[in-house]
């Protein structure tokens, strides 16, 4: 296999790597991914590096703020699901489809950036052969455990970014330097239920909706982050998208923990089952 770096500059001038993990012979499927939350694109390597030897090619989008990302969240340098959904992501993307121009194009994340692949899909569908969900499901308070801790967090995200300039995500336990906005976004899809971004003009939700490519969805037994109320709840927004959920437990995975993300360090058994069903 081989491996590059190219270095992406949105509309907006934010720059980032998109790493490339390719097959050495011509590749018929890609596989363009998005990181958890906070994840450097880096994290990922060994999962692109076993997905390449299966032949997938896979590029590592990076989050802006994250790794390679030139920009860092502070009190004067702020963006939203805005500026990933309409800015980043569509620069990334342009470059994987120029780099494969006859492969099917598969869109996937792990967590948060399992939803916005499918906001990425919903938003622009052209091309998209499937969709591909590790760990990823709303956020909604009510799917998951303690839901009024859940909500009263959600409710606090907001308050937190706005006194530091940003979310401390590192000294919280979740996330990293987040940007205000982001988690503005991220908060509020939490509280409603529902998908919405400022200054993204789309009905989002009316988008999914419209999202008729087939979705691959792995969720794990022990992962409080990505429960089945959750993923079903992101599922149920793509009435018109078929899709098939796999639950691994830790015996499935190779007796490593079933949860949220152990699989990162031990890829195979989750590379196996999206390879194969790849569409």
């Not at 018929?28 to 939350?37: E, G, N, S, Y």
Request: net charge positive; hydrophobic share 45%; with cysteine.
């Amino acid at each position: 296999m081989r491996e590059s770096i190219v270095s992406v500059v949105a509309g907006d001038g934010a720059r980032a790597d998109l790493a490339l993990v390719e097959p050495l012979q011509p590749a018929r499927r890609v596989l363009f991914w998005l990181p958890a939350l906070g994840v450097p694109a880096r994290n990922y390597l060994p999962f692109a590096r076993a997905l390449a030897a299966r032949g997938v090619a896979v590029a590592l989008h990076e989050w802006r703020g994250a790794g390679s990302s030139d920009r860092r969240a502070a009190r004067r340098i702020d963006w939203g699901y805005r500026e990933l959904l309409l800015e980043d992501i569509p620069a990334s993307r342009g470059v994987v489809r120029e780099r494969h121009v006859d492969a099917a194009l598969h869109i996937g994340g792990h967590s948060l950036g399992g939803q916005l692949a499918t906001l990425t899909a919903a938003l622009d569908p052209a091309d998209v052969a499937g969709l591909v969900l590790v760990a990823s499901g709303s956020p909604y308070w009510r799917c998951f455990a303690h839901p009024w801790l859940i909500r009263a967090f959600y409710a606090s995200v907001p308050a937190i970014a706005a006194a530091c300039g940003y979310f401390p995500g590192r000294q919280l336990g979740f996330g990293g330097r987040e940007a205000r906005g982001v988690m503005a976004d991220w908060s509020r899809s939490g509280r409603s239920g529902r998908y919405g971004a400022d200054g993204v003009p789309a009905d989002l939700e009316a988008c999914l909706a419209g999202v008729t490519s087939p979705v691959l969805a792995l969720r794990f037994a022990d992962d409080w982050f990505g429960p089945e109320a959750s993923v079903d709840w992101l599922l149920r927004k793509l009435p018109a998208a078929p899709h098939e959920v796999m639950r691994l437990d830790r015996r499935e995975l190779g007796d490593i923990p079933a949860d949220h993300f152990s699989w990162m360090k031990s890829p195979d058994p989750v590379v196996l089952r999206i390879s194969d069903k790849l569409f």
